[in-house]
Every structure is written in C-alpha cells, then in structure tokens.
C-alpha cells in the first residue's frame, strides 16, 4: 500500500506493467499456467538474489529501461480510453493498433456524462497540484465527483455494474494441476 510507502504517488509496484503479461498468460495457459509461471519466476528471482544478479541492472543502459517504462505507461493509458470516453465496446481487441482501430470505430457511442467526469476529474487533480499542492487531488477528485454523480443522478460506470455482482463469501481453495508440459509451455511465454 502506498500509504506505507515512501511515495508520494497513490499506486506502487510493478502491477500495471504485468497485467498485459499476465492476461497473455491466463488467456493461453489458463490459470495453471499463470501458478506455474509464478512459481518459475519466484525460483529464478530467488536464484538470481542468491548469485548477485542485483549489481548488473547497472549495465542497462537507461535509455532501455525509460523505454519500457514508457512502452507500459503506454500501453495502460491506451487501455483506459474505452471507459475514459464512455464507449460501449463489449471486447476490444488486445493488439494495440487494433485496440485503437476500435475505439475509432466506436467513437460515436462515446458518453458525454462519462468523458465530462473523466476531464473533470483530470481537471480537479492538476488545479489542486497547481494552486494546493498539499491537498490530495486524487482523493479530492473521487470525493467531489462521487458527489456530483450522486446528487445529479449519473448513472457512471462502477466495478458492480461492469463485473457483476462482488460475492461477499470467501472462493473455495482449489489448487491447479501443473504438469510438466505446463512448465515448459508457460517457461517461454515471456518472449510471445
């Protein structure tokens, strides 16, 4: 969590960055797949903290690594335009371009209720920054426009209208079956 962190910023770790990998991964392998590539990646993780390898991220040349990072930074911006917009797309696609070619596509079923919060929230955040950098934009954002909504009855999209509804009872444990043909398939699925 971040508020235990030493950032400033409201999200921390790697999870953005993943999320395409792992989509990739549970999409082709299933969820076993997913347990076995975790596995594979907390040995080699393990393996190369026990041997050192931390010291050779001094050899990357940083070019490389603000190129990934920016390469992920745009691969979630891309991936919030649909509900930024408002756009009724029930799948899209998850190539990039053909993502993007989709949102042409649907760009007459944008929301303007929707694209109104999303400016206005991006709005609140960079006047508060600008003008009362202690106060937290974000949070202020989400309060004042929680209210908006509220009052003026929008009807936004929310995690229950999209996923459905959010079972308050634990999942039964269920361990997938790995099998060696697992392994081995989910091993390279990092250079797909």
Request: glycine share 12%; proline share 6%.
């Amino acid at each position: 969590m971040s508020i235990l962190g030493g950032s400033r910023f409201q999200i921390a770790g790697p999870t953005g960055a993943f999320v395409v990998i792992i989509y990739g991964i549970v999409e082709q392998h299933s969820m076993a797949g997913l347990v076995a590539a975790s596995i594979i990646a907390g040995v080699l993780l393990i393996a190369m903290g026990l041997f050192g390898f931390g010291k050779f991220i001094k050899y990357i040349p940083y070019p490389v690594t603000t190129g990934f990072t920016t390469g992920i930074g745009l691969l979630i911006f891309s991936q919030q335009i649909k509900d930024f917009f408002g756009m009724d797309i029930a799948k899209s696609s998850p190539g990039f371009i053909e993502k993007w070619l989709d949102y042409f596509g649907a760009a007459s079923t944008a929301d303007a209720a929707t694209l109104g919060i999303g400016v206005g929230t991006i709005a609140v955040i960079a006047i508060l920054r600008r003008f009362a950098p202690r106060v937290p934009g974000a949070d202020a954002a989400v309060v004042t426009f929680t209210a908006i909504c509220y009052f003026f009855k929008l009807p936004p999209l929310t995690i229950g209208s999209v996923f459905g509804q959010i079972t308050s009872a634990l999942p039964g444990l269920s361990i997938p079956t790995i099998s060696l043909s697992t392994i081995r398939d989910v091993f390279p699925a990092h250079s797909r």
